[in-house]
């Protein structure tokens, strides 16, 4: 898959801990103290309660495929077919990414197999957590 | 707000609808207007309340010729006018205003005027997952279902069938633009854009507009065409993010927006003669039937399969062929609601025989919004 057009996202001051966990090969969520609850898209408060005391820690990266379709058009960036999948972390949140290192065929992408992140580096700034199968050596 | 006590006393489409490369977006707005004008037997002058997506408000006053003392510029997608009713109901019933004009007008097709930014990349959509390559809602909208098929058992073949009912509705409905009956094994056989949704499971992309004419149930009867009446209405939103939508298997707004309609109207599903669900994509029809309550959870795929929204059947659904096979400008759910005011006033091309309740059932970006519209052909 080429890299080359992909759409880049562009860091704000909210999401720059993602960003520069990504680059350093951590996926970097959010929790908030009180509830205990970790959240996702980034933002410096808890989406369940409103509180401002939340942390960031370093996810385990275990996650599982929750859906996904396969694209079969082509799109800058991409070599079709290739799946648009939504993986489940273990810690709760959910995110958007590719799965990779796998065929994108129905038969290959079983729902709930076991994943972990692959960090991809598009430039300086910006690395993407993308997902492959899990090969039991990580945590 | 009192059951009824807004009617809609003017409806209408653009004059033609599918392939208009001689129309720019707005003036697809305003051929609308002033069909739906003409239907009511009113000038700009006589509306002083505009509410429209797609366009500003303030767009579409100045170039219509009306001088508004109400505008609402809600915008969240394709469910945006079912808010406007709302909205409008609302407004007219509080008397801000008398006479709302609500508008939609899109060159989807032809591509003629469109002002619709694409997201920022710094926004959370464009962080988080623009960047793996979805084009456009039938590579997202599509993204939750293989897990309500997990979840469910739905099948590829009732997913398919979804799009067959509704070609049989559309075969009944001459402005349709696809009218030819397919099968099950049409729809698994067509183009594959993204498993697993194929071809005959996504919208059509066509050019159109339509716009409707509201004002108070006491005046209704003042104008040339058989009102028809609000019952109830309801609205919400969830996330601009699909995957962030907390439950793949069912829409929260939906939960919202069709129970709060529901309990305005002080209606119960079986007083619905007639239902409109928006249907970008297949599994629309699926989740609303079951987020609103006709049929329990996981059921609504087999209740299509076995014909019971189809003609004849006893809970007819998407009359006019829907976005699958009438017409889909983008923002259908003007279309949708055209269909129920259709139905109420007994004027639908495939017209089901008695029916005095509809309820129209929008969404809005992909899971984002949501809005109902319970209308009646008597004020309640
Ligand atoms: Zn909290």
Request: net charge neutral.
């Given at each position: 898959?080429?890299?080359?057009k992909?759409p880049?996202?562009?860091?704000?001051?909210?999401?720059?801990?993602?960003?520069?966990?990504?680059?350093?090969?951590?996926?970097?969520?959010?929790?908030?103290?009180?509830?205990?609850?970790?959240y996702?898209?980034?933002?410096?408060?808890?989406?369940?309660?409103?509180?401002?005391?939340?942390?960031?820690?370093?996810?385990?990266?275990?996650?599982?495929l929750?859906?996904?379709?396969?694209?079969?058009?082509?799109?800058p960036?991409?070599?079709?077919?290739?799946a648009?999948?939504?993986?489940?972390?273990?810690?709760?949140?959910?995110?958007?990414s590719?799965?990779?290192?796998?065929?994108?065929?129905?038969?290959?992408?079983?729902?709930?197999?076991q994943?972990?992140?692959?960090?991809?580096?598009?430039?300086?700034?910006?690395?993407?957590?993308?997902?492959?199968?899990?090969?039991?050596?990580?945590? | 707000?009192?059951?009824?006590?807004?009617?809609?006393?003017?409806?209408?489409?653009?004059?033609?609808?599918?392939?208009?490369?001689?129309?720019?977006q707005?003036?697809?707005?305003?051929?609308?207007?002033?069909?739906a004008?003409?239907?009511?037997?009113?000038?700009?002058?006589?509306?002083?309340?505009?509410?429209?997506?797609?366009?500003?408000?303030?767009?579409?006053?100045?170039?219509?010729?009306?001088?508004?003392?109400?505008?609402?510029?809600?915008?969240?997608?394709?469910?945006?006018?079912?808010?406007?009713?709302?909205?409008?109901?609302?407004a007219?019933?509080a008397?801000?205003?008398?006479?709302?004009?609500?508008?939609?007008?899109?060159?989807?097709?032809?591509?003629?005027?469109?002002?619709?930014?694409?997201?920022?990349?710094?926004?959370?959509?464009?962080?988080?997952?623009?960047?793996?390559?979805?084009?456009?809602?039938?590579s997202?909208?599509?993204?939750?279902v293989?897990?309500?098929?997990?979840?469910?058992?739905?099948?590829?073949?009732?997913?398919?069938?979804?799009?067959?009912?509704?070609?049989?509705?559309?075969?009944?409905?001459?402005?349709?633009?696809?009218?030819?009956?397919?099968?099950?094994?049409?729809?698994l056989?067509?183009t594959?854009?993204?498993?697993?949704?194929?071809?005959?499971?996504?919208?059509?992309?066509?050019?159109?507009?339509?716009?409707?004419?509201?004002?108070?149930?006491?005046?209704?009867?003042?104008?040339?065409?058989?009102?028809?009446?609000?019952?109830?209405?309801?609205?919400?939103?969830?996330?601009?993010?699909?995957?962030?939508?907390?439950?793949?298997?069912?829409?929260?707004?939906?939960?919202?927006?069709g129970?709060?309609?529901?309990?305005?109207?002080?209606?119960?599903?079986?007083?619905?003669?007639?239902?409109?669900?928006?249907?970008?994509?297949?599994?629309?029809?699926?989740?609303?039937?079951?987020?609103?309550?006709?049929?329990?959870?996981?059921?609504?795929?087999?209740?299509?399969?076995?014909?019971?929204?189809?003609?004849?059947?006893?809970?007819?659904?998407?009359?006019?062929?829907?976005?699958?096979?009438?017409?889909?400008?983008?923002?259908?759910?003007?279309f949708?609601?055209?269909?129920?005011?259709r139905?109420?006033r007994?004027?639908?091309?495939?017209?089901?025989?008695?029916?005095?309740?509809?309820?129209?059932?929008?969404?809005?970006?992909?899971?984002?919004?949501?809005?109902?519209?319970?209308?009646?052909?008597?004020?309640?």
């Amino acid at each position: 898959m080429s890299d080359a057009k992909r759409p880049r996202p562009l860091p704000t001051p909210e999401t720059q801990h993602f960003w520069e966990g990504t680059r350093a090969g951590e996926l970097r969520l959010q929790r908030c103290r009180p509830c205990a609850r970790a959240y996702f898209p980034p933002r410096p408060f808890c989406p369940h309660c409103g509180g401002r005391e939340v942390e960031v820690f370093v996810a385990s990266g275990q996650a599982r495929l929750y859906s996904y379709v396969i694209h079969h058009r082509a799109v800058p960036g991409f070599t079709p077919p290739y799946a648009i999948a939504v993986v489940e972390l273990a810690e709760g949140p959910r995110m958007m990414s590719n799965i990779v290192d796998c065929p994108q065929t129905p038969e290959a992408l079983v729902l709930d197999m076991q994943l972990e992140p692959v960090f991809e580096r598009m430039d300086d700034e910006i690395t993407l957590a993308l997902f492959r199968p899990a090969r039991g050596d990580t945590p | 707000m009192k059951p009824g006590a807004v009617a809609i006393v003017g409806a209408a489409e653009t004059t033609r609808l599918g392939h208009i490369p001689d129309m720019s977006q707005i003036q697809l707005h305003a051929d609308a207007a002033l069909n739906a004008m003409q239907d009511a037997g009113l000038t700009p002058a006589d509306i002083d309340g505009v509410a429209v997506a797609g366009e500003t408000p303030i767009a579409i006053a100045h170039y219509l010729g009306i001088t508004p003392r109400w505008v609402d510029g809600t915008a969240v997608g394709g469910c945006s006018f079912m808010l406007h009713v709302r909205h409008a109901a609302a407004a007219i019933s509080a008397g801000l205003c008398r006479t709302v004009l609500i508008t939609h007008g899109e060159s989807g097709r032809s591509r003629i005027g469109l002002n619709r930014p694409p997201p920022s990349p710094a926004s959370l959509v464009g962080q988080f997952e623009l960047p793996f390559g979805p084009m456009g809602p039938p590579s997202m909208f599509t993204i939750p279902v293989l897990r309500y098929m997990k979840t469910h058992g739905l099948t590829h073949e009732q997913l398919a069938m979804v799009a067959v009912v509704q070609r049989q509705w559309a075969g009944r409905n001459p402005r349709a633009m696809f009218r030819d009956p397919i099968t099950v094994s049409d729809v698994l056989d067509s183009t594959m854009i993204a498993y697993p949704f194929r071809l005959l499971q996504c919208c059509l992309v066509t050019d159109g507009g339509g716009a409707l004419i509201l004002t108070a149930a006491e005046r209704a009867r003042d104008f040339p065409q058989r009102p028809v009446y609000v019952l109830g209405t309801g609205e919400s939103v969830e996330t601009p993010m699909i995957s962030q939508m907390e439950d793949f298997t069912s829409s929260r707004a939906f939960r919202v927006a069709g129970p709060t309609a529901f309990a305005a109207a002080g209606i119960t599903h079986k007083d619905v003669d007639h239902l409109m669900i928006y249907d970008a994509f297949a599994h629309l029809p699926i989740y609303g039937l079951e987020d609103l309550g006709f049929v329990g959870r996981g059921e609504a795929g087999a209740f299509i399969a076995a014909g019971h929204t189809a003609p004849g059947g006893r809970l007819p659904m998407n009359t006019n062929g829907g976005g699958l096979s009438y017409t889909h400008t983008g923002m259908y759910g003007m279309f949708a609601l055209q269909e129920s005011v259709r139905q109420m006033r007994g004027t639908a091309p495939a017209q089901v025989e008695g029916a005095n309740i509809s309820v129209c059932h929008g969404v809005g970006g992909m899971f984002a919004a949501s809005g109902t519209i319970i209308m009646g052909r008597e004020p309640g």
